[in-house]
């Protein structure tokens, strides 16, 4: 039981600073501080952590956001450019799907008389048809799917 008043503590601690406490949850939290030597002891480190960190100075590039905010623009067009091609290349996967249906029973027959003509194994011509009908579409689905953006050396800044 004492273990999870410790453990309610930690955690009104951790969000007083990011999302405050109810009055109520302040109110428990402050009279636990004031019995509690060990939570009270975390408390006061880590408002000492937070003093330490604020009076931090960091040395950040003067253009920085600039730099940022150019690679952000830069990077936008780069996939608007390349946005149109892809669409190309799943309207011409889809209307590879589209005339396989269509075909299908022509290029069915097609094959049964290859059957006929060479009585090759049934399995041989079914493959035969299955093949036909998959790869086009599973090349088109892959050149959609590929990235085929070329390794450029970062520019020196």
């Given at each position: 039981m004492k273990n999870d008043l410790h453990t309610q503590a930690k955690d009104f601690i951790a969000r007083r600073r990011?999302?405050?406490?109810?009055?109520?949850?302040?109110?428990?939290?402050?009279?636990?501080?004031a019995e509690c030597e060990c939570c009270a002891a975390e408390h006061r480190q880590l408002n000492e952590s937070l003093s330490a960190m604020r009076a931090m100075h960091l040395d950040l590039p003067p253009n920085l956001a600039s730099r940022a905010q150019f690679r952000v623009r830069m990077r936008?067009?780069?996939l608007r450019e390349k946005e149109p091609t892809r669409k190309f290349v799943w309207a011409i996967a889809a209307v590879s799907w589209a005339l396989g249906?269509?075909?299908a029973p022509w290029v069915w027959h097609g094959v049964e008389w290859v059957g006929q003509a060479t009585g090759a194994p049934r399995i041989l011509l079914q493959a035969g048809f299955v093949m036909w009908w998959?790869?086009?579409?599973?090349?088109a689905a892959w050149a959609a799917l590929s990235d085929k953006r070329v390794?450029?050396?970062?520019q020196p800044e």
């Open positions: 990011v999302e405050g406490l109810t009055l109520e949850d302040e109110r428990w939290l402050g009279a636990h501080l936008a067009e780069e249906v269509a075909t998959s790869v086009p579409p599973l090349i390794a450029q050396p970062e």
